[in-house]
């Protein structure tokens, strides 16, 4: 016991040293001020730049951040997870044969005083399909009647089943009985977009905050590039009244010591944090432990021959101790995957996917080397090729991971592999483009359902960096995002699930989550699953004034 509390203290002494060295003053009593000097402004942080807030461009988490509190669709999650009413004044009616969607829209504005319209979002999602826009998220869309065959070219914008009835009725036609439809709207590239703005920018369009006009509570009015982000209350919001803070200031800070001094000398009210920080905080109320739809998985480029060897695929993933990396490099309270969908995906509304299909992660260094010998034989080699690159993000859990992956492939495997951390962006560029070798990717699920996991690895998805493919896989994930009987679906996703790990067409990391410590002033600001968003609607710092 009392080996345990010197270990203790001597982790709290070298993080104490860290933070000092970081370069900002340090103090050990603390003021319970809000970081904003005031009672109306939150100061919170990420780690990245936005790298698109153009929503029917935008791919990733946080720009889907930003755009959940500048601009709103017809539903919103709430803090339960539920789609709630936002834009829509209610749910939609839906027809006995679960095809016709139809949605009646409150009395709302845009930034500058102009209505929201249902022409507004039947641009919007219009745009996303339309080829000429090259949105990688247009898929999301395909639930809808003729949407993916305008996308291909094999249909034309008219026919495409969403249309504006009249300036308040939204109706949607769709191909199939689509049981996750009504929370797919809750979703970021379903918001609406302003004709008018777009085109009058064109490519400029979302580029600065002048670029741009919105619908949600609060808007953006200045953006920093690599710095920071500044979102004021928006005056025009249909329900400003719940709006309670007046500004929201985002900076961007990738390194986690930096944010967590910050934070202590109460310059942040939230910041991320990484396990080495995560002892000071854990049994404190500040402590946030954020729960997502998240897997985290290793891609290979399968446009490779190298890679194209599935005994080489296998022998990576048995020689990475997933185990290992959860419990004892993250240290984060994320969990070791064995499968891709996360065990915080439903199958229906009784049962979690993971639960009817659960699959542990396998470790086998034994095996690996074997399989590996065999794999190089079969390629006619004697060794590996080249130096293998793995290409992943410049911040915490990334770098660690890739550090880590780089010397279990040395022990386990004899593999020499270069480290390649950088910029969220440009991890996302080199992932479109196969400029990899290895690539540390991941998914927040876009909507509770199987399916958004399943979708990625198709072999026309853009989300497929590896360019893995398989004709069977295809036509279960297919089938299943059409088929109206959910107990039918729930066995052709688990069946091409199989396909994918028994394949090793990636290898599933961790299911993860994200760890902060919040100011216990700050209120009513909580996240969602979907998205991995935070939602700052009904903020508010309980901090009386003097």
């Not at 601009?71 to 027809?95: C, H, V, W, Y």
């Not at 065959?149 to 009985?177: F, I, N």
């Not at 404190?284 to 080489?312: A, G, H, M």
């Not at 290898?507 to 993860?512: F, S, V």
């Amino acid at each position: 016991m009392q080996q345990k509390k010197v270990k203790h203290w001597l982790h709290v002494f070298v993080i104490l040293i860290i933070l000092c060295l970081s370069g900002c003053q340090f103090t050990t009593t603390l003021s319970p001020r809000p970081a904003g000097k005031n009672n109306r402004t939150l100061v919170i942080t990420d780690n990245q730049e936005p790298p698109n807030l153009d929503l029917s461009k935008s791919t990733d988490v946080v720009s889907g951040r930003i755009l959940n509190n500048v601009m709103e669709g017809l539903l919103r999650f709430d803090e339960n997870q539920k789609a709630q009413p936002a834009i829509a004044k209610s749910l939609p009616t839906i027809s006995k044969d679960q095809l016709t969607y139809t949605f009646h829209l409150r009395d709302a504005k845009w930034s500058d005083g102009k209505p929201v319209r249902a022409q507004d979002f039947e641009y919007s999602w219009k745009r996303t399909l339309n080829p000429k826009t090259r949105s990688e998220y247009a898929f999301i869309f395909f639930p809808i009647q003729n949407a993916e065959e305008y996308h291909l070219g094999k249909a034309k914008e008219e026919d495409v089943g969403v249309k504006a009835l009249d300036d308040k009725t939204l109706q949607v036609k769709l191909r199939a009985p689509t049981p996750y439809f009504t929370e797919l709207t809750a979703f970021d590239t379903y918001q609406p977009l302003r004709k008018d703005i777009v085109e009058k920018y064109g490519d400029e369009y979302a580029k600065s905050p002048e670029t741009m006009v919105y619908n949600g509570p609060f808007k953006l009015t200045e953006w920093k590039h690599d710095a920071s982000l500044t979102l004021k209350k928006n005056p025009y919001y249909w329900d400003a009244k719940k709006v309670k803070l007046d500004t929201v200031e985002v900076k961007i800070i990738k390194d986690v010591s930096t944010g967590v001094n910050l934070y202590y000398t109460n310059l942040l009210d939230f910041t991320l944090l990484s396990h080495e920080f995560a002892d000071l905080y854990r049994n404190k109320p500040d402590f946030t432990v954020i729960k997502t739809l998240s897997t985290r998985y290793l891609e290979f480029n399968q446009t490779q021959k190298f890679f194209q060897n599935k005994k080489i695929r296998q022998a990576i993933d048995y020689a990475i101790d997933k185990r290992e990396l959860v419990e004892k490099v993250l240290r984060d309270n994320s969990t070791p995957a064995g499968g891709l969908i996360p065990p915080t995906i439903k199958a229906n509304d009784e049962q979690m996917y993971r639960s009817l299909y659960p699959v542990q992660p396998k470790f086998d260094p034994n095996q690996a080397r074997k399989l590996y010998r065999e794999g190089l034989k079969e390629l006619g080699l004697s060794k590996q090729p080249k130096v293998f690159e793995i290409v992943g993000d410049d911040v915490g859990k990334a770098k660690k991971f890739m550090d880590y992956f780089k010397e279990q492939m040395r022990k386990h495997l004899g593999m020499e592999v270069k480290v390649t951390a950088i910029p969220f962006k440009q991890r996302l560029d080199r992932g479109k483009k196969q400029q990899f070798d290895l690539l540390l990717g991941g998914w927040n699920g876009d909507y509770n359902d199987p399916q958004t996991f399943i979708d990625l690895f198709l072999s026309n998805s853009p989300f497929n960096r590896g360019k893995w493919r398989n004709a069977r896989y295809d036509q279960l994930v297919i089938k299943a995002s059409t088929h109206p009987n959910r107990e039918q679906r729930t066995n052709m996703q688990m069946e091409a699930e199989k396909i994918l790990l028994a394949d090793h067409a990636i290898i599933p990391l961790y299911y993860d989550v994200s760890l902060a410590v919040t100011k216990p002033f700050v209120k009513g600001m909580y996240w969602n699953y979907v998205g991995n968003n935070y939602t700052l609607k009904e903020a508010y710092l309980d901090f009386p004034e003097k």
